[in-house]
């Protein structure tokens, strides 16, 4: 009569110390992917906010100086 699988103490402690160590490692992949999109991302967007105060500063339309460097 099997009435269901049951794994012994020791298996399952290491299965369960075998999650962990996973979930740890998962956790630092997905940190670290996201500070590195968010650091990429950040400093192209400062480019664009850059290129597009240069173009409204360089307005030969403009009559006052404002100089940003």
Do not use: C
């Not at 009435?3 to 996973?22: H, N, S, Y």
């Amino acid at each position: 009569m099997k009435r269901g699988k049951f794994l012994p103490a020791q298996r399952r402690k290491k299965q369960a110390g075998q999650t962990l160590v996973e979930f740890a490692l998962l956790l630092a992949v997905i940190a670290s992917v996201s500070f590195v999109f968010l650091r990429i991302s950040n400093r192209n967007l400062a480019n664009y906010w850059q290129a597009y105060a240069r173009l409204i500063v360089d307005d030969p339309s403009q009559n006052g100086i404002l100089d940003l460097n």
